[in-house]
């Protein structure tokens, strides 16, 4: 079964940093454009950032550019999601997802992890 799971979530302050982790159990996902989407209560879901197969192309919603940054080992088949300057806006369940078909940017969800929760209070 193909599966990607999260770690790293938790409580942090504003203006704290945390890094989240998703590991992909199938050597398929190194193919992949791998991201990072969050959903707030009440909310929808957001796109928060992607990278290519090869980790040359990142990108990332206005809202967290120069905040987050994203990479991805393929030998080892993880992507990381490293946040930095955390505002209370940014508190969501986080979940790491791969495209259906593309290497280049995550555009149709092919697979996603559970989620992990991001709070951010003080």
């Known amino acids: 079964q193909v599966q990607l799971v999260e770690s790293g979530g938790g409580l942090v302050r504003p203006g704290g940093s945390l890094r989240l982790s998703c590991a992909a159990s199938?050597?398929?996902?190194?193919?992949?454009?791998l991201g990072w989407f969050r959903q707030a209560p009440g909310e929808g879901r957001e796109f928060v950032s992607s990278?290519?197969?090869?980790?040359?192309?990142?990108y990332y919603a206005d809202s967290v550019k120069g905040r987050f940054t994203i990479s991805r080992d393929n030998p080892s088949r993880t992507v990381s999601l490293q946040m930095n300057n955390l505002k209370p806006e940014d508190t969501a369940v986080y979940f790491c997802a791969a495209d259906k078909f593309s290497g280049v940017r995550v555009t149709q969800i092919g697979y996603r992890g559970q989620g992990t929760q991001v709070t951010v209070s003080s």
């Open positions: 199938d050597p398929v996902f190194s193919s992949l454009a």
């Open positions: 990278i290519s197969w090869d980790g040359v192309n990142a």
